[in-house]
Nanobody, 127 residues
């Protein structure tokens, strides 16, 4: 089992940047593919980015491609989401999620595939 704690959210002006972190408990972090999702008020939770166990494969939603970068440091049990060129429509609660997998190259954008979720961190982008 793994516990996930997000941090790094806040208020930023449009065009600015934020770096989100997700710290995982446990000794088997490298056994999990990781993902970032977000949920805006009144909207469903949506996929943002995913990264494979080793970090060699990444996948992004079209809405963030070229602006956001997902990365991980398995030695620190942490996954990151660097968000640049932020827009007001990026305002949401951001959640990280973990999927236990034996497939080293796996990434997935499906909410249903993930076993564990953090509580989220709020990112607000002003216009």
């Amino acid at each position: 089992q793994v516990q996930l704690v997000e941090s790094g959210g806040g208020l930023v002006q449009g065009g600015g940047s934020l770096r989100l972190s997700c710290a995982a408990s446990g000794r088997t972090f490298s056994s999990y593919a990781m993902g970032w999702f977000r949920q805006a008020p009144g909207k469903e939770r949506e996929f943002v980015a995913a990264i494979s166990r080793s970090g060699s494969n990444t996948y992004y939603a079209d809405s963030v491609k070229g602006r956001f970068t997902i990365s991980r440091d398995n030695a620190k049990n942490t996954v990151y989401l660097q968000m640049n060129s932020l827009k007001p429509e990026d305002t949401a609660v951001y959640y990280c999620a973990a999927k236990l997998t034996t497939i080293a190259s796996m990434t997935t954008q499906s909410l249903m595939d993930y076993n564990y979720w953090g509580r989220g961190t709020q990112a607000t982008v002003s216009s």
